[in-house]
């Protein structure tokens, strides 16, 4: 299997995380990349070239990814693809609901021509069956957090942070929120220790450097440019992650995991996206409760440590044990267009 994304590490997106993380596992180190970051429509030709000397019977389009703007020409190369090379196309759509009506009209003619169509959630897969109701060859398959989960994860009695936001620091990401509820809770609790865990991006650089001049102000901790194994040991060590999304908590945040998979028992806000189990098992508030909510949990260590195990249950029923079991999924579906 070959897989095509515009975007792969050390640059910032969440999509070439999870294409990393597929091909460091054991079953994904058999697979092949196809990164490259020029993506206009000027180099399709140059891109259609690079693919023609690949020899893998199965291609695997990680879309959308930040690389590709929102150029064609990852449509387009594959549809070459299939056309012209006679490969099995599988496509990976990690948020077809976001996508604008233009972005799911691209997507039309690739679902015609495409073996599987795999999504992250049964929401999405929904979205998209909507509007394309002949859509029937699909796959679900669950992401899994990006930063590696602790060995022991510490009782809450231990962890010497009382609050976090982990994420890109870029805009629709709910910063101003936590910003807002931070300061109320530094108001109404002595000593309540918070920070803010993540990177900046090039392409909102501006945002990126006026949001840290905003904590600055506040007093508030940034902690940016760690490993994941620092990240992980830094979540290991905060007792609640308040991550108030604009569209609401979804199966599909990687903040969200990261964090839970890690111990923290995490406060978010309900949306379109939320399922019942996220529901039943963590505490949501809207934003103008979330401080309230915030201070009655660091109020009282059995009821946070309730949270807790309520938090790991969702764990251990919606989270894919490993990033080998996701790779192998991948490799079922390939092995199945190669038979």
Known sequence: MLIITGTYPPERCGVGDYTQCILSTPTGSSFHLFYERNWQMSNLRQLCRQLKRTTDKVINLQYPTMGYSTHLTPHLLALYAVLCLHRRLVLTIHEYSQLGWKGKLALTLLFLIA?????????????ARRRNPWLRR???????????????LKPMSEREWDVCFFGFIRP??????FLSVATELREKRKGCRVYVMGQTQKETADYGAAMLNRLNEKGIEYIGDKTKEEVAAMLNHTKVAYLP???????RRG???????????VVSNKGPFTTSEQERLLPLADTDKAAR????????THTLDKWQERSQEYVKNNVPTSWEQIAQQYQTINLSLQS
Do not use: H, M, Q, W
């Open 138 to 152: 699909t796959a679900i398959i669950k992401i899994n957090s990006n930063i590696p989960v602790v060995a022991e």
């Open 245 to 251: 999304y604009p569209d609401g908590l979804s199966e």
């Open 115 to 127: 073996s599987t169509v795999i999504f992250t959630t049964e929401f999405e897969r929904d979205a």
């Open 255 to 265: 903040s969200f995991l990261a964090a839970a998979v890690n111990g923290c028992v």
């Open 293 to 300: 909510t915030i201070l009655s949990l660091l109020e009282d």
């Open 172 to 177: 629709n990401k709910g910063l101003e929120d």
